[in-house]
């Protein structure tokens, strides 16, 4: 590994202002789940380690008064994901992705910023932030500004975050869903890297019609991405499995348009379609409670 000098500071003025000075010789290490592994392989030679594990103000999550938006401080663990109520209650497709959040061991080191900032397609938090149109609070030495969740990549591992730039909270539109859900498949149900995921959420009207659904799919396509056509097919209809089986072909249609026809097309096509079924399935059983 290659020889640095570790920065630990307690307050975040602190982080930042070190970044201001030093931001293109620093590496930003959050839970250090992917970063330790890239600088033991020597992909990274930065003289400077900023260690965040200190800064209090990043590991807070709260919701506003009227219960509208839930604020998730960039240093929260995917164990606490995992545990509090608050985000279980209004935010329940993260919450259940935080389950098969790799092994217990990384999900105890592993943050939600640095699982963004990483800009990895197969990101496991990123559909559930899309689907509650999450957007990031960053802050540098000239203010802080807000980068909607879908806008913070450019591509794979190619995030928009300068090198002065740091994460503070994650601000999603809060909300207790009928009906959510997420799923991935990975070569094995946990511990794998997700080849595919997807996060769902909606409610329905008293006949039974689909009256707000947001719909995200992610790790198969470059950058995250939110699909409005699939949202637009289920929004004021009940679910049956005719729509189910239109809305899968629909998914895999667009996901085609988005990556092009790969070889692992052969895969992904049918793969997708599956997934989203076993997904929205049950919706229709719950839609007819």
């Known amino acids: 590994m290659t020889t640095m000098t570790c920065i630990r500071p307690e307050k975040l003025d602190e982080a930042v202002d070190f970044l201001h000075h030093h931001g293109p010789d620093t590496h930003i290490l959050a839970g250090g789940t992917d970063l330790m592994v890239d600088l033991r392989s020597g992909k990274h030679h930065r003289p400077y380690l900023l260690d965040t594990s200190r800064i209090d103000s990043l590991k807070t999550v709260q919701i506003n008064d009227d219960l509208t938006r839930l604020h998730i401080g960039s240093g929260v663990t995917l164990t606490r994901i995992n545990t509090l109520p608050l985000i279980r209650d209004h935010a329940p497709a993260?919450?259940?992705?935080?389950?098969?959040?790799?092994?217990?061991?990384?999900?105890?080191?592993?943050?939600?910023?640095?699982?963004?900032?990483?800009?990895?397609?197969?990101?496991?938090?990123?559909?559930?932030l899309v689907i509650h149109e999450a957007a990031a609070v960053v802050a540098s030495k000239d203010g802080s500004r807000t980068i909607p969740l879908l806008e913070m990549n450019k591509g794979a591992y190619q995030s928009v975050l300068h090198p002065e730039d740091l994460v503070v909270t994650f601000i999603l539109q809060a909300r207790q869903?009928?009906?959510?859900?997420?799923?991935?498949?990975?070569?094995?149900?946990?511990l794998a890297t997700s080849r595919m995921s997807m996060a769902v959420m909606a409610d329905k009207d008293d006949q039974g019609r689909?009256?707000?659904?947001?719909?995200?799919?992610?790790a198969c396509t470059p950058t995250p991405q939110r699909m409005?056509?699939?949202e637009s097919l289920f929004t004021g209809k009940i679910p049956?499995?005719?729509?189910?089986?239109?809305?899968?072909?629909?998914?895999?249609?667009?996901?085609?348009?988005?990556?092009?026809?790969?070889?692992?097309?052969?895969?992904?096509?049918?793969?997708?379609?599956?997934?989203?079924?076993?997904?929205?399935?049950?919706?229709?059983?719950?839609?007819?409670?």
């Open 94 to 128: 993260l919450h259940k992705c935080s389950f098969t959040f790799a092994s217990r061991q990384i999900r105890n080191m592993a943050t939600i910023g640095g699982n963004v900032a990483h800009a990895s397609p197969c990101g496991d938090t990123i559909p559930p």
């Open 228 to 230: 409005h056509d699939v």
């Open 210 to 218: 689909i009256s707000f659904i947001r719909f995200s799919l992610g």
């Open 177 to 190: 869903p009928g009906f959510s859900d997420f799923q991935k498949i990975g070569r094995r149900k946990a």
């Open 240 to 289: 049956s499995v005719k729509l189910i089986n239109q809305g899968a072909g629909l998914l895999a249609e667009k996901m085609v348009e988005i990556t092009g026809r790969r070889p692992s097309i052969t895969y992904k096509e049918p793969a997708v379609q599956g997934l989203f079924k076993r997904m929205i399935y049950p919706m229709v059983t719950w839609c007819r409670q």
